[in-house]
């Protein structure tokens, strides 16, 4: 995949040296909902009454959010060009409730997720080469070497079965790992002179994250910070495709969970402006 990255970056310098004319920026924003994923009833609306318990099972699907990118490109020639974007996707928070309720007390609780990307886009793209207003496709890789998620939490319970009141509050980021997808878009520049043009495009983002550690950033019960006292193994860990679960790790090492992954995949509408150089 490196090896891909590189080849078509100098392709696309040397590209841009022997025809100069052709170059150009470009700065645009969007956003968009993203598509599902769904993990079962441990990412639910949960209500139980006493007498019953009603699960309504929610997506954790995290590509809905906004987005900026920068890009420059150059065309080969009127109908083929390169184009390298770099993308920052900052996605919104995905909610999910839990609310118990009896004679001997309640509970509830509150979980939040969200994540973000810094990507690098290098792509292909195809026009007809119009005037006025000129109609394209772009293909291409998504590359995301900086990922996370961020998982947020808070807990309420009180009465004679939890003995006293209490709360708690939680962060947690997952981290480290690369994701790679794919990228594909169909638009159109409007041009508004030799130098300046807007664009508008619909784009179709196909990518998963995998996130090799997790930390635990906040870990506060009843006011009190726990997370100083914590040890590594308590407030990190390594994702893992294979474990021993019976394994005795030290309180100084990170532990370990099951390898998960997050949907970012979305569909975005993107506007902006380009600019060309020569």
Same mark, same amino acid.
């Given at each position: ?14 590209? *841009? ?16 909902? *993203? ?14 009454? *006493? ?28 109908? !083929? *060009? ?56 772009? !293909? ?76 635990? %950033? ?29 394994? %005795? !790790? ?29």
């Amino acid at each position: 995949m490196k090896k891909i990255i590189v080849l078509t970056m100098c392709i696309c310098l040397l590209a *841009g040296i022997t025809n100069g004319q052709k170059m150009y920026l470009r700065f645009g924003l969007g956003g968009g909902p *993203g598509l599902k994923q769904y993990n079962g009833t441990e990412w639910a609306d949960n209500t139980y009454t *006493g007498t019953a318990d009603n699960y309504v099972i929610k997506s954790e699907g995290l590509g809905g959010g906004l987005n900026a990118n920068l890009a420059f490109g150059f065309m080969m020639s009127k109908y !083929i *060009g390169f184009d390298i974007g770099f993308n920052t996707f900052v996605g919104l928070s995905k909610t999910a409730n839990y609310s118990s309720s009896s004679g001997g007390g309640s509970s509830s609780a509150e979980a939040k997720v969200s994540g973000m990307m810094v990507q690098i886009v290098p792509a292909i793209v195809i026009t007809p080469g119009l005037e006025k207003i000129n109609p394209y496709a772009r !293909i291409g890789l998504i590359v995301a070497p900086l990922s996370k998620v961020v998982e947020k939490g808070t807990s309420n319970s009180s009465g004679s079965v939890y003995k006293s009141t209490s709360s708690s509050s939680s962060a947690v980021k997952l981290y480290g790992g690369l994701a790679v997808g794919f990228t594909a878009a169909g638009g159109a520049d409007f041009n508004l002179g030799k130098r300046i043009a807007i664009y508008a495009e619909l784009v179709y983002n196909g990518i998963t994250y995998a996130p090799s550690k997790g930390k635990y %950033t906040e870990m506060t019960i009843n006011g009190v910070d726990k997370l100083p006292s914590a040890t590594t193994k308590q407030k990190e860990w390594t994702f893992e495709k294979e474990f021993n679960s019976n394994e %005795t !790790i030290p309180d100084g090492s990170p532990n370990k969970q099951a390898k998960i992954s997050f949907n970012f995949s979305n569909v975005e509408l993107n506007a902006g402006i380009k600019i060309k150089l020569k």
